[in-house]
Every structure is written in structure tokens, then in C-alpha cells.
């Protein structure tokens, strides 16, 4: 017997954590929640719309402004902003460039957190951030901690935006990963870092599929524990 649970994935940036994410959820038939991609879409409207982001009366203006859904398109999870297709400009330079300053906003977080656990309340779920196995779901049944080495990490990125057609330059990316890494690690709200009950994995020497098929046996074996 098996018990649905809820996953939790949390680590640095460009660690692999949607690529695990969205295996274990095709593979257990589970929801995925990308939360940084809902950090992200808050950027990007930030961005469009010239939002002072010092200012809270600002922020909080376009939080009540912004709508973020998930829909899968082409067997793919796709981010939508106020009904518009964002999957692919949320994903590029000035987003990276701005996101974790406007994650790090309290008022910016109250809001995605919220949001994350009305869409995340049935078991059967699986998220990846920053902040899930300490603030969003601290009761999750796994906890997933991911690194891997910054190399590693700044060539995968590179791979990911040259296959999109981008062109950035190797230190560009590991001066984003990095600065990203630091904000996100020393913010004052809810910073990154590792649940007392997380298990972490350094995936700098492991394939997809043998981390995929290391974590699932991991997902499997809760899921017992849980229903024995
Ligand atoms: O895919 P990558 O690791 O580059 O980043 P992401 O997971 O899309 O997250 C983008 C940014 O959103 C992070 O650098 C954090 O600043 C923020 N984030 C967060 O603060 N809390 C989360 N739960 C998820 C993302």
C-alpha cells in the first residue's frame, strides 16, 4: 500500500530541481507547483509595468493586479500572467537579473505563500523553491535538499538558454546564479536553506535519470511508511 504525500524540493539556483520535479510528478502522477516561476511572474510584471519595487504601497498595487495560473500546454506546464503565456519571458536575463530582489519583499511573499498552499492542500504534490520544507509545507512527508557544484550548475544554464536561442555569456550566468544564491540565502524572510529533516543530494556527478530514479525510490518508501 502506498499513501500520497507531499514533496518538498528545495535548493540553489539551477540545480535541477523543476528537471527532478516534473519526473517524479510524470512519474507518480502527482501535481507540480513551480514556485519560482510565480517569483518570476511577479517580476516580469514588475518589470513591464515599472513597478517601484522600494515602495510597498507600489508592490502591493500590483499584487492585487496580478493573476498567476499554471495550465499544461503540450504536456508542458506553462505559466500564465493575467491570462497571457509568460513560460518563456519569465525565463530570460532581466527576469534572472530582478527576481530575487522581489522575492526577498515580505509582502511579495505573503502572497505567493499563500497562494501556494491553497494550490498545494492535497497530498499528492510535489514543489520546488526555495522556502518549501521550511515555510510552505513544514509538514511535507520529503524534503528534498538539492546542490550541486557552481560549474556544474553555470554549464547547465548556459545549455538550458542557448536551446531557447539566448545568448549569454557563461560569466554572466555565474555571476546571476551566485548573486541570486547570496540574496536568496541571507534575506530576512524566509531564507534558503536546508529543513533539519531535509536529505540533501549533490547532483554534480549524477544523470537525470539516476537522480530521478534515486529520489523516486526515496518518494516510494515514504509513501509506504505512510500508509503502514
Ligand atoms: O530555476 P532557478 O533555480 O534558476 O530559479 P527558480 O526556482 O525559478 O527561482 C527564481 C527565484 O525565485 C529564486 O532565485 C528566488 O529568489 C525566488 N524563489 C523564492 O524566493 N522562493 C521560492 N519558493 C522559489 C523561488
Redesign the pocket.
Known amino acids: 500500500m502506498e499513501k500520497k504525500i507531499t514533496i518538498a524540493v528545495d535548493g540553489f ?3 535541477g ?2 528537471t527532478l520535479a516534473k519526473g517524479i510528478a510524470k512519474a507518480l502522477d502527482y501535481a507540480y507547483i513551480d ?3 510565480m ?2 511572474a511577479v517580476t516580469l510584471y514588475c518589470i513591464e509595468n515599472e513597478v517601484n519595487i522600494k515602495d510597498d504601497a507600489s508592490i502591493q498595487n500590483a499584487l492585487d493586479a496580478i493573476d498567476i495560473r499554471f495550465k499544461t500546454i503540450d504536456g508542458k506546464n506553462t505559466t500564465f500572467l493575467n491570462d497571457k503565456n509568460v513560460e518563456e519571458d519569465i525565463r530570460k536575463m532581466p527576469v534572472n537579473n530582478l ?2 530582489e522581489v ?1 526577498a519583499i515580505s509582502l511579495v511573499r505573503r502572497a505567493m505563500v499563500r497562494q501556494q498552499q491553497e494550490m498545494g492542500k492535497e497530498k499528492g504534490v510535489i514543489l ?5 520544507g521550511t515555510v510552505v509545507f513544514p509538514d511535507a512527508e520529503l524534503k528534498l535538499f538539492m546542490t550541486a557544484n557552481i560549474n556544474v550548475r553555470t554549464q547547465r544554464r548556459l545549455l538550458e538558454l542557448q536551446a531557447k536561442g539566448q545568448t549569454v555569456s557563461l560569466e554572466e550566468i555565474a555571476k546571476n546564479l551566485q548573486h ?1 544564491d547570496h ?2 540565502s541571507t534575506r530576512a524572510d524566509s531564507p534558503l536553506k536546508q529543513a533539519d529533516d531535509a536529505i540533501v543530494i549533490d547532483n554534480s556527478n549524477l544523470s537525470e535519470s539516476e537522480q530521478l530514479a534515486m529520489c523516486l525510490a526515496l518518494s516510494k518508501l515514504r509513501m509506504r511508511e505512510e500508509a503502514s
Do not use: L, M, N, P
Not at 128 to 132: F, L, P
Open positions: 539556483a539551477s540545480c530541481k523543476s514556485t519560482g516561476a517569483y518570476r527576481v530575487s522575492a520546488d523553491g526555495r522556502d518549501i541570486r540574496i536568496d
